[in-house]
T-cell receptor, first 116, second 110 residues
Framework: DAGVTQSPTHLIKTRGQQVTLRCSPKSGHDTVSWYQQALGQGPQFIFQYYEEEERQRGNFPDRFSGHQFPNYSSELNVNALLLGDSALYLC???????????????FGPGTRLLVL | AQSVTQLDSHVSVSEGTPVLLRCNYSSSYSPSLFWYVQHPNKGLQLLLKYTSAATLVKGINGFEAEFKKSETSFHLTKPSAHMSDAAEYFCAATGNQFYFGTGTSLTVIP
């Protein structure tokens, strides 16, 4: 049973650049959420995608955008990178049952982004 | 507003002694509550969850947690610490999104 996978594992960018991170959900899952985890902090919710639409969003600027594909995989895009965007970006997947997104989320290993 | 507070940023125990990691939540209703563990350079692994069934929840690797509504707490315990338990632990709660605490780093001394 394939778990949540993310790519790349590590990434180095410079200020002002753009970055795209990728996530494939756990087999059978159809909902993807993205989190930012700064060093020494807990994960912060960025947004959640279901049926190729953004369903919920945390307190992140519009520089953070996403996409979900028909196969349920997802991308996180960050434009105009700032030094403060350096973090571990985690993807989590879950499942819709009976029209409701189940609460248990399964996390990938993350992408560590360093902005110089 | 919903929030999760982990009361200790660092906990250190000797191998074979009990573990207690404390978590309080703030919510206008009874949320679902979770504990996750994160080993270095790894993603989050679900330890256990509470979803309004039994208040004492058993998880993986011998961990358990008790939901106490009167105290708005969901503390994580384990009777006997193992070296492999050394990691970062996060408490989380559902609301209109998933809220995480700031984490507790557990050190196990041999």
């Amino acid at each position: 049973d394939a778990g949540v996978t993310q790519s790349p594992t590590h990434l180095i960018k410079t200020r002002g650049q753009q970055v795209t991170l990728r996530c494939s959900p756990k087999s059978g899952h159809d909902t993807v959420s993205w989190y930012q985890q700064a060093l020494g902090q807990g994960p912060q919710f960025i947004f959640q995608y279901y049926e190729e639409e953004e369903r919920q969003r945390g307190n992140f600027p519009d520089r953070f955008s996403g996409h979900q594909f028909p196969n349920y995989s997802s991308e996180l895009n960050v434009n105009a990178l700032l030094l403060g965007d350096s973090a571990l970006y985690l993807c989590a997947s879950s499942l819709v049952l009976g029209g409701r997104i189940t609460e248990t989320q399964y996390f990938g290993p993350g992408t560590r982004l360093l902005v110089l | 507003a919903q929030s999760v507070t982990q009361l200790d940023s660092h906990v250190s125990v000797s191998e074979g002694t009990p573990v207690l990691l404390r978590c309080n939540y703030s919510s206008s209703y009874s949320p679902s509550l979770f504990w996750y563990v994160q080993h270095p350079n790894k993603g989050l692994q679900l330890l256990l969850k509470y979803t309004s069934a039994a208040t004492l929840v058993k998880g993986i690797n011998g961990f358990e947690a008790e939901f106490k509504k009167s105290e708005t707490s969901f503390h994580l315990t384990k009777p006997s610490a193992h070296m492999s338990d050394a990691a970062e632990y996060f408490c989380a709660a559902t609301g209109n999104q998933f809220y995480f605490g700031t984490g507790t780093s557990l050190t196990v001394i041999p």
